[in-house]
């Protein structure tokens, strides 16, 4: 008899009479459903929304006016617009600028603070602090900090029997002011990262380079290195994307002046829409996301490359 | 040491110290006042209206069968937060079961967010901000309610208002923005570019006249600028975009230069690329020989600081403020005066400062509209109705429209004078067309890149022309 079952009829066709299961492939999909549909109106629907605008005029302050016309915002900044490709040169230059300095000074703070001497607890947590401020509060306290007449800055340079110094205020000094302070705010971030991988060097590995005599720079790139690149390589990968779509620090500074000397991409993104002119405004931020998507996947490639070369040589080694 | 010889950096700070605690106190009387109003105003009521009836006029009265809600956005700060959050208490004695939110929106993302809200149908709101310079793009979405029907139902109050605001401001809140157009917004606050000056730096120069034309301004720029001394013979809001925008059209504006040969159909053809053009940018150039060093990043805020802690002296067409004639937050406020913009020499050039300011507006999709009109109505309220609305508002560092409220109010604020001088002449900030944002963008960020250096004037005044072509075709005005 079907449709009851019992211990006789386990493992028999009457085992079919059990409630039926969904595959499993079902069920996950099921579970996953709603993450994909909160993605879906958040990130695909607004970036599909935004493609489309990339080919129209849109107007947001005369919105009865837009139209198609196909890649021509496109055609305008590729071709004619030459603040686009400046802008395009300052975050290429930003991103190189900040990132390596950022990763030179944090290695020498992670080689200071790693160490047990007393009292390194309490400077590791200080040395962080710059991390957690609100970049928009910071940019506004640095934007008074760089005041070149009523700015303290100036005033302990001058203090100190220096010339007073332009910072963000002359078109030659103002990117440089916004690098020192991206630098001073990320820095401990990266210091940070780099400490946990040279603290996760095996203590074995540190004992024999001691017992060897390796010491200083040799001791750095032969032994350190090799063992924490896998994290630099994702700390550089992290930076480098934060500093191609920085925004609120030169906003809040120099909102990209004067002129066009701090003109990075995401400053002059918002420009175009708080203008209005959201068709290009949606442009620039596709030529932004492949311009990320390029460095990322490059960045990527190299790495993978790498981490090859060091899984064949490893057995090798052996 | 005396001041003059103290450090800049130690003056402004023991200035800013001190202003801080000022307006932390002032600012908590402030919006304790108005809490403490409304909390109490039914058990006083009786209290306050024995109290007022001194100060009511013939256009007093109370409806305490209006109810509702009044949502209104409003742009925070002294100008356009404060003064409307002090009329709240004689609002609550007049209409006692109405509730006011008054939200407070930065201005700098202001505008963008009131056209996106409009746009968007929302009804989280019933009343809002909005600049003349926006009232075209918002009339497009068809954003706003008419205020016919309430200037109908109460004519001595229209009467009064209509008298009273300058014709030139009025049009620019009605649709089409005529003097016939239809009225959808009440204008309580007003601006224009005016000229400030220290008139002691004027006398120690030897100035005894203030500068009529722009080569007057230059040279008195030269001979206030001195800046081992810390101080600069100019200053103004030469930040990229529509700052820089503003500079080159009021100096175009009194050049007798118009941005378009037409504002008809048939048309909207830029004038950049002009003579009167290449002469505005030269006028703009020579003055930044002179400049303060925060001109070229500075919005308001740093040009009025820098005025205000004193390292700059001169500011020939500067947005009407405050803040500069207030001795609770500057030193110099008895020394500060103000005077129109100056003009150009060639035939066709006035004194035509550019004109800011605000009005309330009704919104369509809002609702409580009917509490909303009353509170836009008060606001917007002078003698007529009660003496504390106006007192209120121009006591707390409000700048009105009213022609009325101007001259009682300009002992206490000394640039009202300067104000009402100038709205007489005043012409609009911008082109009342919804593109003029990205026009005057575009002419700003050229106009920079000329002023830094980037570019020579040819080619800006040309990629200003073809700019705003492109703009204004793609807009439908050449179809």
Redesign the interface.
């Known amino acids: 008899m079907t449709g009851v079952p019992s211990r006789e009829n386990v493992g028999t066709a009457a085992v079919s009479s059990y409630p039926r299961r969904l595959p499993e492939r079902r069920v996950a999909l099921l579970l996953v459903t709603p993450t994909l549909v909160i993605l879906f109106i958040l990130s695909i629907y607004p970036l599909i929304w935004a493609g489309m605008m990339a080919f129209r005029?849109e107007?947001?302050?005369?919105?009865?006016?837009g139209?198609w016309?196909g890649f021509r915002n496109f055609d305008f900044l590729l071709t004619k617009d030459q603040?686009f490709w400046k802008t395009m040169w300052l975050t290429g230059l930003w991103c190189t600028a900040t990132v390596s300095i950022q990763l030179l000074l944090g290695y020498m703070l992670a080689v200071l603070l790693d160490s047990t001497m007393r009292g390194i607890g309490l400077l590791r947590t200080l040395i962080v602090i710059p991390v957690f401020i609100s970049p928009v509060a910071m940019g506004l306290t640095w934007r008074f900090m760089y005041?070149?007449?009523?700015?303290?800055i100036?005033?302990l340079i001058?203090s100190a029997g220096f010339a007073r110094y332009?910072w963000?205020?002359?078109?030659e000094s103002?990117l440089i002011s916004l690098m020192i302070t991206d630098i001073w705010q990320w820095t401990p971030f990266v210091t940070l990262i780099l400490l946990a991988g040279m603290q996760g060097i095996s203590t074995e590995v540190v004992e024999a380079a001691r017992l060897d005599r390796v010491r200083g720079w040799t001791y750095t790139r032969r032994i350190v290195l090799p063992l924490i690149w896998p994290v630099v390589t994702v700390v550089v990968l992290l930076r480098l994307v934060d500093a191609i779509r920085v925004f609120d620090l030169a906003w809040v500074i120099?909102?990209?002046?004067?002129?066009?000397?701090s003109?990075l991409a995401s400053v002059n993104m918002y420009?175009q829409?708080?203008?209005?002119?959201l068709g290009i405004m949606a442009a620039y931020g596709f030529l932004l996301l492949i311009a990320i998507n390029i460095v990322v996947v490059s960045f990527l490639r190299v790495l993978y490359r790498q981490e090859k070369e060091t899984r064949r040589a490893a057995p090798a080694a052996a | 040491m005396s001041m003059d010889n103290e450090?800049?950096?130690?003056?402004?700070?023991a200035q800013a110290k001190d202003m801080r605690a000022k307006i932390t106190r002032r600012r908590l009387l402030q919006t304790s006042a108005a809490m403490a109003a409304g909390a109490v105003v039914t058990s006083n009521l009786r209290e306050a209206r024995a109290a007022g009836a001194d100060t009511h006029g013939p256009g007093w009265y109370t409806d305490d069968k209006l109810t509702g809600k009044v949502t209104c956005i409003t742009f925070a700060g002294q100008r356009w937060g404060i003064p409307p959050a002090a009329t709240i208490p004689t609002f609550l004695e007049r209409f006692p079961n109405v509730e006011i939110e008054l939200i407070d929106e930065p201005v700098g993302e202001g505008?963008?967010k009131i056209?996106?809200r409009a746009?968007s149908k929302s009804s989280s709101f019933n009343a809002a901000i909005a600049d003349a310079m926006?009232w075209s793009?918002l009339q497009?979405?068809k954003a706003c309610e008419s205020f016919g029907p309430t200037l109908a139902a109460d004519p001595g109050w229209a009467k009064d208002y209509m008298s009273d605001v300058p014709q030139n401001i009025l049009d620019g809140y009605n649709w089409p923005q005529t003097p016939d157009g239809e009225c959808y917004g009440l204008t309580w606050d007003g601006n224009c570019k005016l000229g400030y000056y220290r008139k002691d730096k004027f006398e120690e120069a030897g100035i005894t006249e203030y500068p009529g034309t722009w080569e007057e301004a230059i040279e008195v720029a030269k001979a206030l600028h001195r800046p081992d001394e810390?101080q600069y013979g100019f200053i103004g809001t030469?930040?990229?975009?529509?700052y820089m925008g503003f500079e080159f059209y009021q100096i175009l504006k009194t050049l007798g230069g118009e941005a378009f040969d037409s504002m008809s159909p048939g048309g909207y053809h830029p004038q950049f690329n002009t003579d009167i053009g290449h002469e505005t940018i030269d006028i703009l150039t020579r003055l930044m020989e002179y400049r303060h060093?925060?001109?070229?990043?500075a919005a308001d805020d740093e040009a009025n600081?820098?005025l205000a802690?004193g390292?700059a002296v001169f500011a020939p067409f500067e947005w009407g403020t405050s803040i500069l004639t207030d001795p609770e937050y500057t030193e110099f406020a008895d020394v500060f005066g103000t005077e129109i913009v100056p003009k150009g020499t060639r035939p066709g050039s006035d004194n035509k400062p550019l004109m800011g300011g605000f009005s309330f507006y009704v919104n369509t999709s809002g609702e409580d509209q009917a509490a909303a009109f009353e509170w836009i109505k008060h606001v917007n309220s002078a003698d007529y109705t009660d003496t504390r609305i106006g007192e209120a508002f121009c006591t707390n560092t409000g700048q009105p429209t009213r022609l009325s409220l101007l001259d009682k109010y300009a002992s206490h604020q000394p640039y009202f004078s300067g104000l009402k001088k100038s709205f007489a002449k005043g012409t609009p900030g911008l082109p009342w067309i919804?593109?003029?944002?990205?026009c005057f963008?575009?002419v700003g960020?050229e106009a920079?890149?000329v002023?830094?250096?980037?570019k020579n004037r040819d080619e800006a005044l040309k990629a200003m022309d073809e700019g705003v072509t492109q703009i204004m075709s793609?807009?439908?005005y050449y179809d």
């Open positions: 005029v107007n947001l302050f005369n919105p009865a006016a139209k016309i603040t005041e070149p007449i009523s700015g303290i100036n005033y001058t332009t963000h205020t002359m078109p103002s120099t909102r990209g002046g004067p002129g066009t000397s003109l420009s829409f708080q203008a209005g002119r | 450090p800049v950096y130690k003056r402004t700070m505008y963008t056209q996106m746009a926006q793009a497009g979405i810390d030469g930040r990229r975009g529509l060093p925060v001109t070229l990043n600081q820098a802690n390292t919804p593109e003029n944002f990205a963008d575009l960020n920079t890149a002023v830094v250096g980037e793609d807009g439908g």
